[in-house]
């Protein structure tokens, strides 16, 4: 396979490897060496040997002559044939020293062998390299900037065989023992001790010998030396079913096996045992053919067959029904509450439809203005009620069955002999942009959780997003994942929940429950003891830095000055004539004594938030596709003992993309969007999860059960599956509804069962191919009144996995998805290849890359109702090394002009041009035809943190309300929606866009009860008998709608509650400003920024206290504004209207009670508001309600004096006015 280098026009790159620190080498350090023909790969030293800083290292990449395409370059890795005028791009690496620890150059690994290159007739043979470890150099780049490479953790390997076999991670494979595997000579093959390469040590190797001879492997006899065998040594090992249930099916006759053999005792054994006859390679070696049972019936006599799948063998037949049983289930909602929740729901609709009319016929004369208002309100409210009730007409419950996920790609088959894991790979996307708003240590939390989590370990992939592109953030995840190595073995061997060490460590459960090892508590102590130490070597990063930075930066002053001083008196100046030194830039410079590529702490040309060079660093290679055991503490070195336990860890990524002034940078899109094409090239993950950086995974199976809706019969029609957002560190009585409840346990699972709910920004698992802008293989269009008529799309060739179809098409299944242009017009073949590099960019191997994903994404073709599947055990093979030129690659990707005249942000990846480009994406795939799931786990999936400041709480929700604004008045409003979308489903995304404008009518209705009462008019002539039974049919079905919406989703009356108080205080606060801040942006072109949420960083040591400090401060903003402005004014209103009614000798009771109840409706809604505040309970004096109720009588009487009710001037007018 090769890889390809994309790299502008024009650029000219070197590849030198060099460990010392300072500028790069000369050129002659990474030429080519090129003969006759081809060009050869020369390296004096192993990858993985790199030696100290004195040492020199050359490493030269194998390069085909650069080919022009368009305007980019591309650099093939194959190693062709090359002319003597051929044109080559050159790629540099610098490779300084160790910076956390300083690692001497043994003679072993100075004095290695180096592989060399030799010429004969003119072609260059190379020894094929050792495996490239990577996982300690950061890799930089971007404009007008040469990649390169900074090795940050070495290891000095040795040229001996053991030290080569624990650097590939080749361990003993036998039960219980985990030494160096016995690695021969290169002139026996350089493996194994056996052709079926099953690894094994010296000690047991001679055990295996002196028993019987054979292999534990394949059950082979080990060969003698010779080159004939003995046929004497043929008879197998007796073993026991259990040892052979751990041992690997390796040779041909357990591949086609799909029972264990049935053994035959024989007299020729060692030691009087009889041995043994194996079944199955009987079968395979004479081609046997007695039925199903123990392999597969051979097509025409002899079973080959070149082609992919079962071809040349007739398809087993379906032993059970494993692949039969669903991976989830769909029930509804009770119809004992769903049936009256509908009839309650169209009750309503007709008693507001009579009210409303009833309200127009009936005007008050008296203030047709106040009339005028009040209707126009309620007629919005009206509206806007049943936007929000009709998606709500089906709501749904899902489940997984995690046991049949497991049974299904989990256990050995024909075509997975060793029972690897057939699931497709999860690239985690993980995204922070500030360090001082979110805390390393919270973002840190997060890795662990991720890294911990239940899902094989080599199809797990971790990236990191540092937006900022902080020094901090990066030492903080070098010391997570070192931690990691303790933390991740501690959870997989107790089953600890959650994986969060924050989370876990500050539980008050007893923490014994369900733990029945006897080492528990002892390790639990000891890893406890470990994370306090990380915490305290994370919270003193900053301060580190900072001390490390002043002194290297004074150490160059020093010099600078040391070096004017010797230059001047090399010229003859004196000393005292000596200008002032020059001021010397102030770099954030590294442990190892080199300057951070990223961001300074004192800004500076190419190193400030906006204007920095693209990182990239793998903390943690990829893992190898065996289990690893641990060992005992003293053997392994480690904290716990891990014995029997896999000590892997997933691949860990950190990627700061480029960022150079005059770019727009997207903000978070762009960024998930770099990581996206990042990703593609490094793992290439068929599905992606995202995560805020201070949501941990709190269920550690939340994976699978996401994979069970994706690889369930029609997840191929699955865009994302969006997991409910849990939050912890609120207050427990929730002032500000930060749970959001009625929006997640609600709305979202109504939305659920119509085409699925939206998506909200984390927690989501996604396919790959859908956030590549490709339309699922089937569609349904909805025509005619309210989208009754249905038109089912094919648009891919359905091929029903039959045998022929994989015989003869197997070419046609691995086309790409469908592309369709703006106007969901199919393009074919040849259009949609050449649109490829003008859609996703010039990186060749990033759009090579798509069809592998949307392969592995598939499901498996025995599901039913698979018009295009893989088959089984597809998956279970190693996932490809990753070297530095897949590394350099990934750089360019996230360059801050590879997006330039591509689709990027318009239809690929998150969209641009919003602030919820979260909403956006999920519209466009929704609007293509892709369906969505709602997944409510049992144990909470992910928890995170919100804010419970007022004012952080009010400017996240400012940010929501614009970004429905800017999606009402773009073509993402749901009335330009496709017919792919279902009526209700555009219900539903067109209330997205209207809520906020309901604040300009939710303003003026809760200004309008103090307007009555100061005015002494009402919004209707008299009290009515209608008109209040009206009122009393509307408010009882809310209630009882409420109470049934309580009933199926499961939240509590006192959640449903602070929902509608926040409702009403950010209708009038936050919404409000999103409203004009939309409409500014629409029609002036103002721009609209925002600051980022800040995350709490955890609970400190004074308990509830300190935990929920921040809910009783008190931030102003401009958004307080109109709140503070209604509560004053109803309050002042209703003590105005029972002063003048007491006062009046004529009382309209009527009117007073009517109004106050209004004002009474609006304060208790605005409670939490005035609350907050008021700031900590108990710490407000006493003379701040002394002088609120003394300016609140004296206004009132002010106003009975200005205004005096009717019949009552003359008294005032003659004199006789006193007080009470």
Request: proline share 6%; charged share 20%; glycine share 10%.
């Amino acid at each position: 396979m090769s890889r390809r280098l994309s790299l502008p026009a024009g650029s000219q790159v070197t590849v030198t490897v060099s460990p010392t620190r300072g500028k790069a080498e000369s050129p002659r350090d990474g030429v080519i060496k090129r003969s006759g023909g081809g060009i050869g790969l020369t390296s004096p030293a192993p990858r993985h040997s790199l030696g100290g800083a004195a040492s020199s290292t050359v490493a030269m990449l194998q390069l085909s002559p650069a080919r022009r395409s368009g305007g980019s370059r591309y650099a093939s890795l194959d190693g062709g044939a090359v002319g003597d005028s051929a044109e080559f791009v050159h790629y540099t690496v610098h490779i300084p020293p160790t910076p956390e620890r300083t690692v001497a150059a043994s003679a072993e690994s100075i004095d290695a062998p180096a592989p060399t290159a030799y010429e004969d007739g003119g072609a260059a043979e190379v020894r094929p390299p050792q495996r490239s470890y990577i996982s300690g150099t950061i890799f930089t780049g971007g404009l007008n900037q040469s990649t390169r490479g900074h090795v940050l953790n070495t290891s000095a390997a040795s040229s001996s065989a053991a030290a080569a076999a624990a650097s590939a991670n080749m361990s003993c494979k036998m039960r219980g023992c985990d030494m160096p595997a016995f690695v021969l000579a290169s002139g026996a093959g350089g493996g194994g001790p056996c052709d079926c390469g099953f690894m094994i040590c010296r000690e047991c190797y001679a055990e295996c010998v002196a028993a019987a001879g054979n292999c534990p492997g394949c059950k082979e006899p080990y060969s003698a030396g010779s080159d004939t065998d003995d046929d004497g040594e043929d008879d197998e090992a007796v073993s026991s079913s259990e040892e052979r249930d751990q041992l690997p099916l390796t040779s041909m006759a357990k591949r086609f096996s799909i029972m264990h053999s049935m053994k035959i005792p024989s007299n020729n054994g060692g030691g009087g045992k009889p041995a043994e006859f194996d079944h199955a390679r009987w079968l395979f070696e004479t081609k046997g053919t007695y039925g199903y049972g123990n392999a597969l019936w051979p097509k025409d006599g002899h079973g080959g067959g070149g082609g992919g799948g079962f071809a040349g063998f007739e398809e087993p037949p379906n032993f059970g029904s494993r692949c039969r049983r669903p991976l989830t289930r769909k029930t509804s909602v009770s119809q004992a509450i769903l049936s009256p929740y509908r009839l309650l729901i169209a009750i309503r609709l007709v008693a507001l439809g009579f009210f409303l009319t009833w309200r127009i016929r009936h005007p008050n004369p008296e203030a047709v203005w106040l009339w005028a208002l009040s209707v126009t309100c309620e007629v919005w409210f009206a509206f806007s009620w049943l936007l929000d009730s009709l998606p709500k007409l089906c709501p749904i419950h899902r489940a997984a069955d995690l046991d049949v996920l497991a049974e299904r790609f989990e256990l050995p088959t024909a075509r997975n002999p060793k029972g690897h894991s057939d699931l497709p790979g999860i690239d985690v996307f993980v995204s922070t942009a500030d360090p001082e708003k979110e805390p390393p240590l919270v973002t840190a939390n997060t890795i662990l959780s991720i890294l911990a989590a239940d899902y094989p370990v080599e199809k797990l992939a971790c990236y990191l997003s540092d937006d900022g592109g902080a020094l901090l953030t990066f030492e903080a995840l070098a010391e997570t994942a070192s931690f990691a190595r303790t933390w991740v073995p501690f959870c997989r061997k107790h089953g600890v929940e959650p994986r969060s060490p924050e989370a876990y460590f500050g539980q008050k459960r007893d923490f014994l429950r369900n733990k029945v090892r006897v080492d528990f508590v002892r390790e639990r102590r000891k890893v406890k003891r470990e994370y306090d130490e990380f915490k305290v070597r994370v919270n003193s990063l900053p301060e580190a830095i900072r001390r490390r930075s002043d002194a290297y930066n004074a150490g160059e002053e020093l010099r600078a000055r040391r070096r004017q001083q010797e230059e001047a008196m090399a010229a003859g100046t004196f000393p005292g004539a000596l200008p002032e030194a020059a001021a010397v830039v102030k770099a954030t410079w590294m442990s190892d004594g080199s300057q951070w590529p990223g961001t300074w702490l004192t800004s500076a040309p190419d190193h400030s938030r906006g204007d920095h060079a693209g990182i990239i660093q793998a903390m943690l290679a990829p893992p190898t596709s065996e289990p690893v055991l641990g060992a005992e503490p003293a053997e392994s070195g480690g904290l716990i003992d891990t014995t029997g336990v896999d000590i892997r860890l997933p691949m860990l990524v950190y990627v700061s993309r480029e960022k150079r002034p005059g770019y727009d940078h997207n903000k978070k899109a762009g960024a998930m969007n770099a990581l996206v094409r990042t990703s593609a090239i490094m793992s290439n993950g068929p599905f992606i999860l995202n995560l805020d950086c201070d949501h941990y995974v709190h269920n550690s199976a939340a994976l699978r059960e996401g994979m069970c809706f994706m690889l369930d019969r029609g997840g191929d029609r699955v865009c994302y599956v969006q997991f409910p957002q849990r939050f912890e560190g609120i207050d427990p009585n929730d002032r500000y509804a930060n749970h959001n409840l009625v929006f997640f346990d609600v709305a979202m699972r109504a939305m659920d069962g119509l085409q699925g709910p939206m998506y909200v920004g984390t927690g989501c698992v996604f396919r790959r191919t859908a956030l590549y802008g490709f339309s699922p293989p089937r569609a349904t269009e909805h025509h005619g009144w309210l989208g009754r008529k249905k038109i089912k799309l094919f648009l891919r060739k359905p091929t029903m996995g039959k045998k022929t179809d994989r015989e003869n098409n197997s070419d046609r299944e691995m086309m790409l998805p469908p592309i369709e242009d703006d106007a969901f017009q199919q393009l074919d073949d040849i259009e949609s290849s050449a649109l490829l590099p003008r859609r996703f960019g010039s990186s060749a191997t990033f759009v090579a890359s798509i069809s592998v994903a949307e392969y592995q994404g598939r499901l498996l073709q025995d599901t039913p109702g698979a018009h295009q599947g893989r088959p089984a055990g597809a998956l279970a093979v190693p996932r490809e090394p990753l070297d530095a030129a897949t590394v350099a690659e990934a750089i360019s990707v996230i360059s801050c002009f590879y997006e330039d005249k591509t689709e990027w942000g318009r239809r690929i990846g998150w969209i641009y041009g919003s602030v919820t480009e979260d909403v956006v994406t999920g519209y466009r795939m929704h609007n293509r035809g892709w369906r969505s799931v709602y997944c409510v786990t049992r144990r909470d999936a992910f928890r995170g943190t919100a804010p419970i400041n007022l004012t952080d709480r009010l400017h996240q929700v400012l940010r929501w309300a614009t970004g429905s604004v800017e999606i009402f008045f773009s073509r993402n409003n749901a009335l330009f929606a496709s017919p792919r979308m279902k009526f209700l489903q555009r219900v539903a995304y067109f209330n997205v866009g209207m809520y906020p404008f309901t604040s300009v009518f939710l303003l003026v209705y809760c200004v309008l009860p103090a307007v009555s009462l100061f005015s002494g008019k009402f919004i209707v002539q008299s009290l009515n008998a209608t008109f209040l039974v009206l009122l009393l049919i509307i408010t009882i079905t809310l209630c009882l709608l409420a109470l049934l919406e309580i009933k199926w989703s499961g939240i509590t009356l006192n959640e449903w509650w602070r929902n509608e108080q926040f409702w009403v205080i950010g209708g009038t606060s936050a919404h409000p400003a999103a409203v004009l801040q939309g409409l500014l942006k629409v029609i002036a072109g103002v721009d609209i920024s925002f600051t980022l949420t800040s995350k709490p960083g955890g609970a400190g040591d004074g308990g509830e206290e300190d935990a929920f400090a921040e809910l009783y401060e008190v931030r102003w903003s401009f958004l307080m504004v109109p709140p503070v402005t209604i509560m004053m004014v109803n309050a002042v209103a209703v003590a105005v209207a029972s002063a003048r009614t007491l006062y009046s000798e004529f009382p309209q009771w009527s009117k007073l009670l009517g109004g106050a109840f209004f004002s009474f409706w609006v304060l208790c809604h605005l409670y939490p508001f005035a609350k907050g505040l008021l700031g900590r309970r108990g710490r407000v004096p006493t003379i701040v309600f002394v002088w609120s109720g003394l300016i609140s009588m004296t206004i009132s009487l002010l106003w009975v004096y200005i205004s005096p009710p009717a019949g009552a001037r003359e008294v005032i007018g003659g004199g006789g006015f006193s007080f009470p």
